[in-house]
């Protein structure tokens, strides 16, 4: 298959997958209503729901059956923190709606250094985002379909390459695609609790979970009391402020919703706030009612379980019994909470892409991750994203016990320094205001943001000190190695744009050219190269080959002679058959020679139609290329010639005159 044609077919592929590019002034047809901006942002906060729950009665287990008394006031903790957090990010999209989200609050209120922590911190807890949803999507299928259970870890990697590929489509056809599941999601939950609930509290059904009847006894056997339990609820807190993750995408997402941006913005948060608020509530109230047990070492901890038990989900041990005698509806609950829970990646592939192509603007990334693709994706921060997140889950054995404890870090850094950055940024606001209505709507938002503050803190403080040992260590090296990085690479783009900026520099023309004719053998390639270096209008030029073989440089030597070539031939000795030293060293004597000259070093090269030919021809030009272009006042061309393979020459004519062909002197 030729290269054209390989090109085509990768193309019309890409075409398939991706879709046809989008025109950059079509960008604001990509804009989203909130009804579609709910699912595409909000997704992640509201699907953390189905397993923030579970992990609060995943910790406090480790103290026994007595510990369970604690779910409803730390399920209440949560709630309290998700509407202060929800609360202060409504201030946010207001003052700061050009999506930069906290890196820019940081950034502008705090310094670059603050900013670039909260960009680090952000860019990995988007990437644990991804691992952890798509995770938690493989454990909820395998609580239904025992063959997903056993295959967890190519069917978590298989879904991100497939949501990857949606993200690439576009976002507003990833929104529409997302708002049916999304909404399905809500419309189960809705009724998982609500029908649940009804069924125990009014109709008074006594409805049990599979794994009520099993006795939970602590880790280890010995019940915990005083400051170990209290260290126990801290860190079933910490686990269950997993739910706040994906509050911060809407802030860095403002600029895809429609006009008024900041309005829209700040309603789709509320709404956020009363359903994740109400779900967290509702599933762990029904989940006392209905005596859900969760244990950390099923195995060990769980007496009167059969032999092989295999642990469910929360949602399947109360959907079971919720919609018993309806096993179409437990499946649907099941499978609508798998889909969301990998959709939920979905605010990740949102919000990585964005947030990274700000920091590449500002020169902490690569510039090709600032880039749109062809359907105005930021086609690049969604591939790496992509990449990350097979590699955690492929290293953690997509366990949700086990990434859990590197979540959340990040996101809470971002908080904390975000609502730090708005407390000045409201400061600075009233050492300028002067109205007093505009006065106190400053103040007002500035005790928000500082309660808010205050509160993130804090969380940060027990999630640092219960989790970091249990695996927070890594995502804090994580972080560290990111802002080390991003600081040299700004430190780097600085340095070149300095260095191209100078001022002081005078151009400076070269006094004469200089062409030399790379030659192998006397063939057509040779002779249009030759042709080419003429038509330049050198003030000089030669030919130049290296001697590696004796008797073919000696035909070579008779055969310009016969042809009558006016253009001199030099042969380099090269006593250890080697090529591109041999060459290096004349360009550079010619450099020597002539400081102010420019030489132009003319190499004829293969134009292959096919991918093996390519490893048979051109390999000794390349690497010759590489080794020029780090020589001061040296230029290099190539010359292509299409062989008969490549489709160029193939459609070429052969009584076609070719441009620039050499003429010998029986032609003139």
């Known amino acids: 298959m030729s290269v054209s044609r390989i090109s085509k077919v990768s193309v019309g592929t890409k075409r398939l997958l991706v879709g046809r590019p989008s025109r950059s002034d079509t960008i604001g047809a990509t804009s989203l209503r909130k009804r579609i901006a709910l699912p595409v942002f909000a997704s992640d906060a509201l699907s953390s729901v189905a397993y923030a729950p579970q992990e609060i009665f995943l910790v406090l287990s480790i103290a026994g059956v007595s510990a369970l008394t604690f779910t409803p006031w730390v399920g209440l903790a949560v709630a ?93 056809e990833t929104g529409a695609m997302f708002a049916v599941p999304v909404y399905a999601f809500l419309a189960s939950m809705t009724a998982l609790i609500v029908w649940g609930l009804f069924q125990v509290e009014i109709l008074g059904r006594d409805l049990r979970a599979e794994s009520a009847g099993f006795e939970m006894v602590p880790v280890d056997g010995a ?244 989790k970091f040992l249990s695996g927070a260590y890594i995502a804090v090296l994580a972080m560290l190695g990111a802002f080390g990085i991003m600081r040299l690479i700004h430190r780097h783009y600085v340095a070149v744009a300095r260095e191209l900026d100078d001022s002081s520099w005078e151009v400076v023309l070269p006094s004469r050219t200089h062409c030399v004719v790379l030659v192998s053998k006397l063939h057509l390639p040779t002779l249009r190269a030759l042709a080419y270096a003429r038509a330049a209008r050198p003030d000089s030029i030669e030919a130049l080959t290296v001697n590696i073989d004796t008797a073919e440089t000696r035909a070579l030597v008779r055969e310009w002679d016969r042809r009558g070539i006016s253009v001199p031939l030099k042969v380099v000795e090269s006593p250890y058959r080697e090529i591109n030293r041999p060459v290096v060293d004349y360009v550079k004597r010619l450099r020597d020679q002539a400081p102010r000259d420019v030489v132009t070093v003319y190499i004829p090269e293969y134009v292959v139609g096919h991918w093996w030919e390519q490893i048979l021809h051109n390999q000794s030009a390349l690497r010759l290329k590489t080794r020029l272009l780090y020589e001061r006042g040296v230029m290099v061309t190539s010359v292509p010639w299409q062989l008969s393979s490549s489709d160029g020459r193939a459609e070429q004519a052969r009584d076609e005159p070719i441009v620039g062909r050499w003429r010998g002197p029986e032609e003139r």
């Open 80 to 172: 309290a923190v998700l509407v202060v957090v929800i609360a202060c990010y409504r201030q946010n999209v207001r003052a700061y709606p050009s999506g930069g989200g906290d890196y820019e609050v940081a950034t502008v209120n705090l310094g670059p250094r603050a900013g670039l922590a909260v960009g680090a911190a952000l860019l990995f807890d988007y990437v644990l985002t991804v691992a952890v949803s798509i995770s938690a999507a493989a454990a909820t299928i395998g609580s239904a379909i025992p063959f997903v259970q056993s295959r967890e870890i190519p069917f978590a990697v298989l879904a991100i390459i497939l949501l990857a590929a949606l993200n690439l489509r576009g976002l507003r």
């Open 223 to 466: 019940e915990l009391a005083g400051l170990a339990l209290a260290f126990v609820v801290a860190k079933s807190f910490a686990s269950g402020c997993a739910a706040l993750t994906g509050i911060e995408a809407i802030h860095n997402g403002v600029p895809a919703f429609r006009k008024p941006r900041a309005r829209n913005a700040a309603v789709t948060l509320a709404v956020l706030g009363v359903l994740a608020v109400s779900f967290l509530l509702g599933l762990i109230a029904l989940a006392g009612r209905l005596g859900v047990r969760i244990a950390e070492q099923p195995a060990a901890q769980l007496i009167g379980a059969p032999e092989g038990y295999r642990q469910k989900t929360m949602i399947a041990q109360l959907a079971r019994p919720v919609f018993e005698g309806l096993p179409l509806a437990f499946y649907a609950v099941i499978i609508i909470t798998a889909l969301i829970l990998a959709l939920a990646a979905n605010t990740a592939f949102n919000g990585f892409p964005v947030l990274a192509s700000v920091l590449a603007r500002d020169k902490y990334l690569p510039r090709q991750l600032a880039t749109r693709g062809d359907r105005l994706a930021f086609s690049n921060g969604i591939v790496v994203l992509a990449i990350a997140a097979v590699v955690l889950v492929v290293a953690f054995d997509a366990q949700v016990s086990l990434l859990i404890q590197l979540y959340i870090v990040g996101v809470f850094v971002a908080f904390t320094l975000g609502q730090l950055g708005m407390v000045r940024h409201w400061t600075r606001r009233l050492d300028h205001e002067r109205v007093p209505s505009v006065r106190r709507r400053i103040h007002r938002s500035r005790a928000i943001n500082a309660v808010g503050f205050l509160v993130t803190a804090g969380v940060l403080v027990i999630v640092m000190a219960t």
